[in-house]
């Protein structure tokens, strides 16, 4: 069994900053791409960054500048940096990953629990 646990959310006024972090455990052979997505309240859960296994990254236009996304493969860990932080930051992020259990050849998303981030003064 392989799970995603975050880390890192909470209360913050407007301006400042954060730091998520997400470790996967369990039997895992392989990580490809990693990423954080968020969800608001009554809206869709949207992308807010990933970073392939080389490094590479992708951004949503809403925070690009703002966020930097990193990741430890040693650890098996996903970072998100989080500056500048604007009350529309406010939502549910959760962390996911392309994972390759051990013994097998497919990769297989799967999802943290999410971690609340609220900002405001």
């Known amino acids: 069994q392989v799970q995603l646990v975050e880390s890192g959310g909470g209360l913050v006024q407007p301006g400042g900053s954060l730091r998520l972090s997400c470790a996967a455990s369990?039997?895992?052979?392989?990580?490809?791409?990693m990423g954080w997505y968020r969800q608001a309240p009554g809206k869709q859960r949207e992308l807010v960054a990933d970073?392939?296994?080389?490094?590479?990254?992708n951004y949503a236009d809403s925070v690009k500048g703002r966020f930097t996304i990193s990741r430890e493969d040693a650890k098996n860990t996903v970072y998100l940096q989080m500056n500048s932080l604007k009350p529309e930051d406010t939502a549910v992020y959760y962390c996911?990953?392309?994972?390759?259990?051990?013994?097998?050849?497919?990769?297989?998303?799967?999802w943290g629990q999410g971690t609340q981030v609220t900002v405001s003064s």
């Open positions: 996911n990953a392309l994972v390759m259990y051990s013994g097998s050849r497919y990769y297989t998303f799967i």
């Open positions: 369990g039997s895992i052979s392989s990580i490809s791409t």
């Open positions: 970073i392939t296994i080389g490094d590479r990254t």
